[in-house]
């Protein structure tokens, strides 16, 4: 499973960063990769990638208490003689 989780951090960062970009600059990165169109407009392509976007933040949302409780550090055992 942890190529599933890499590619939902991957397309969640792709979908992050082209909200960066829409609410920067107005500029959809994503339709103008798969369509040169303007900002706004959609294609079956791009209506993909939302999805798939839309998935990933959704999976992740279910797997962020296993990813917090991976990320805490775990107490030390004592040192026996």
């Known amino acids: 499973m942890k190529w599933l989780n890499a590619l939902a951090a991957v397309l969640t960062l792709v979908g992050g960063l082209n909200w960066g970009l ?3 600059f107005r500029f959809d990165l994503v339709a103008a990769v798969l ?3 303007p900002f706004g ?3 079956l392509a791009s209506r993909i990638v939302y999805t798939l976007v839309g998935l990933s933040a959704a999976y992740l949302a279910t797997q962020l ?3 917090v409780r991976a990320s805490q550090p775990t107490p030390a055992s004592p040192v026996r003689s």
Request: hydrophobic content about 50%; cysteine-free; glycine content about 24%.
């Open 65 to 67: 208490p296993a990813l």
């Open 22 to 24: 829409v609410g920067l």
């Open 41 to 43: 407009e959609v294609n």
């Open 35 to 37: 369509g040169g169109m």
